[in-house]
């Protein structure tokens, strides 16, 4: 009979496991559909946002410019430029900090 609950307890921890790598690979493939805008870091204006520019200016170091190219996920689009994302790729669009398990202590732990 022991062998019994031992196998009926194997199968539900590997049914529990493969749920949780399914939801995983869904939030993954979830957080991709955020927009990603090139930006200028150094036009921002507190009305109106960063300008978009071309995808050059963070595609390479080595581009010689004045801009200041940054990748900027999320916010919200109006003529040539945004505001309210994040420079992180989070599915929020806010900046991420801690992770799992943080409880809200800002994610570092230390001694």
Do not use: E, H, P
């Not at 399914?22 to 979830?30: P, V």
């Not at 036009?43 to 963070?58: E, I, L, Q, R």
């Not at 010689?64 to 992180?88: D, E, I, L, M, P």
């Amino acid at each position: 009979m022991t062998d019994n609950t031992t196998q009926r307890r194997l199968r539900s921890g590997t049914v529990a496991l493969g749920g949780v790598g399914l939801l995983a690979a869904a939030l993954t493939a979830c957080s991709s559909d955020v927009d990603k805008r090139c930006i200028d870091r150094g036009s921002y204006n507190a009305g109106k946002g960063y300008k978009v520019v071309s995808d050059k200016y963070c595609k390479s170091s080595s581009t010689k410019s004045s801009v200041n190219g940054g990748w900027y996920y999320g916010g919200s689009k109006k003529g040539a430029r945004v505001g309210g994302g994040s420079f992180t790729k989070s599915s929020g669009g806010g900046v991420t900090r801690g992770g799992f398990g943080s409880g809200g202590k800002g994610g570092s732990s230390g001694g």
